[in-house]
């Protein structure tokens, strides 16, 4: 079946740095991948999406590229602050049932 | 427009007990889906409604069922509970045509005991 693949935590970083956080995917359609952040206590928020190879998403000053060839949809952000200090999750999810595969999230600690 | 709305916020439960969660969607959102998140973990998919029919269910055992109302609201209810069922449950709305992304709820904390 479908499945998501992203790099372990904690990625520990100082504010300011280049962050990358890995995620893959094994999928047999064509599916729509997603970052979701998730704040200390707080629910899911979609962060950005992309659904089709070559798309990019961002927001906030993140950026993740929808890479067919290599099933990849990493993560990247050039300077990164305290605030952006959570976990992140990668997904993904095609149109036959909407119902979203997930990655077991990365934890993110940006140190001042 | 207000964000999916999720009741109650926080729950502690004894084993063997019954709960039942409630979400508001998105106005103009008509599909639900439920997640439950363990600690630790990303979420793992439990049931997906659509115009109060079930589009689509997860890897859960027959204690956890759902359903969706006429206002497109919906219930997640837990039988019997296990100390594993301890988690954080989430509901996500999505609207019919506008993708496929999930607008997600702050979530319930369940606390099995």
């Known amino acids: 079946g479908d499945s998501v693949t992203q790099m372990e935590g904690p990625v520990t970083l100082s504010e300011e740095a280049f962050l990358t956080i890995n995620c893959t995917y094994t999928a047999t359609g064509y599916p729509s991948l997603f970052w979701y952040v998730q704040y200390p206590g707080e629910g899911l928020q979609l962060l950005l999406k992309a659904t089709k190879a070559d798309d990019k998403g961002s927001n906030k000053g993140f950026e993740a590229t929808y890479r067919k060839e290599t099933t990849s949809f990493h993560l990247e952000k050039g300077s990164v602050q305290v605030s952006d200090s959570a976990v992140y999750f990668c997904a993904l999810s095609d149109y036959s049932n909407y119902q979203l595969i997930w990655g077991a999230g990365t934890k993110l600690i940006i140190k001042p | 427009d207000a964000g999916v709305t999720q009741s109650p916020t926080h729950l502690i439960k004894t084993r063997g007990q019954h709960v039942t969660l409630r979400c508001s969607p998105i106005?103009?959102?008509?599909?639900v889906s439920w997640y439950q998140q363990v600690l630790g973990q990303g979420p793992q998919f439990i049931f997906q409604y659509y115009e109060k029919e079930e589009r689509g269910r997860g890897n859960f055992p027959d204690r956890f069922s759902a359903r969706q109302f006429p206002n497109y609201s919906s219930e997640l209810n837990v039988n019997a509970l296990l100390l594993g069922d301890s988690a954080l449950y989430l509901c996500?709305?999505?609207?019919?045509?506008?993708?496929?992304?999930?607008?997600f709820g702050p979530g319930t904390r369940l606390t099995v005991l």
């Open positions: 996500a709305s999505r609207r019919e045509g506008g993708g496929n992304e999930q607008f």
């Open positions: 106005s103009g959102h008509k599909s």
